[in-house]
């Protein structure tokens, strides 16, 4: 009847004057979530998970072994800051895979707490753990990293901290920036000299000869 169209037309032009008002509550829902889920990923990334607190400069030693294959290497800082592989000789020591050894053992990301105090160490690899890293601070404190297996998928390994049975995941690029080897951290360079200072230099090549001379 007539009186029910007007009470139908009415609640529609009800619901038409809402309509605004219901956008911008949804709208506002959907920033309200938007932040707090930004939010809550920022302070996820800034709270990230960390074995150790070290800075690089406090490093005054390290040594790497290789129980897989028997190889052990030592490296020392001297007073003046320079450092040197001192076993299993004295050698020089190439600054750039001294570095990555140790920006990633002080600054090692992790990516998640698997087991807290495990019972049973050896699924991971880390109850006769195959690689140990044991790093020497200034107040003559020992931190040491001990690497397991890696898991299914080659993105990470099992590590753990000295005595403790927490096992977590480390990022896979960051444990091999620790992961080295004698051959690796030796210094390559055969002849050492400034570049600058040379004035001239030959090249023989079986029975030819080529002069270099700087103008």
Known sequence: NRGGRVCVVEKARQVKRFKPSIIALCVLALITAYVYVFERKSD?????????????????????????TGAAVSLAKSRDGNWSIVKPGRFGVDPDELNNVLVNFADLSLDRLVEA??????KYGLEKPEFAAVFTLSDKTQKTLFIGYKNPTDTFYFVREGESR???TAYAYCVEGVRKDVKQLRNKTILSFDKNGVDAFEIKLGGAVSQFVKR
């Open 44 to 68: 996820t990334e800034g709270a990230r998970l960390r074995i150790f607190k070290v800075k690089k400069e406090n490093i005054t030693g390290f040594e790497l072994n290789d129980a897989k």
């Open 117 to 122: 105090n495990a019972e049973d160490l050896v």
């Open 166 to 168: 927490d096992v977590y």
